[in-house]
Nanobody, 115 residues
Framework: QVQLVESGGGLVQPGGSLRLSCVASGFTFSRETMHWVRQAPGGGLEWVSL????????VYADSVRGRFTVTRDDAKNTVYLQMNSLKPEDTAVYYC????????RGQGTQVTVSS
C-alpha cells in the first residue's frame, strides 16, 4: 500500500534551517509529482511546494518562495524540503503528499520555530 514517511522536523530558532525528508513506497515514485503541505496549529492544510517528475521543475507558495527548496532523489524514492531563514509563522506539521490538497499524505513531522 502507499506509504509516505516524513522525518527531519524539530525545534529551531528564527533564522535557522531544517531539512525534511519523505520516503515513499507502494507506488511508482518517479512518475509522480510530489507535494509538501503544512498545517499550522488551529489551521487548515496549506500547500507549500511541488516538484514535477523528470527534470524536476518546482513551484512554491508565495509565503516560502526564496527560502524553501524542494528536491527529489528518484533512486531513493525520497523527496526533500530544505527550509532556510525560518520564521515563527512556519511552525506547523509538514506533510509530503501525492496531491496538492494533501488528501494522500504521510503522518507528518513537526516543525517549531521559536526562540
Amino acid at each position: 500500500q502507499v506509504q509516505l514517511v516524513e522525518s527531519g522536523g524539530g525545534l529551531v530558532q528564527p533564522g535557522g534551517s531544517l531539512r525534511l525528508s519523505c520516503v515513499a513506497s507502494g507506488f511508482t515514485f518517479s512518475r509522480e509529482t510530489m507535494h509538501w503541505v503544512r498545517q499550522a496549529p488551529g489551521g487548515g492544510l496549506e500547500w507549500v511546494s511541488l516538484i514535477y517528475t523528470g527534470a524536476g521543475g518546482t513551484v512554491y507558495a508565495d509565503s516560502v518562495r526564496g527560502r524553501f527548496t524542494v528536491t527529489r532523489d528518484d533512486a531513493k524514492n525520497t523527496v526533500y524540503l530544505q527550509m532556510n531563514s525560518l520564521k515563527p509563522e512556519d511552525t506547523a506539521v509538514y506533510y509530503c503528499a501525492r496531491d496538492r490538497r494533501g488528501t494522500i499524505r504521510g503522518q507528518g513531522t513537526q516543525v517549531t520555530v521559536s526562540s
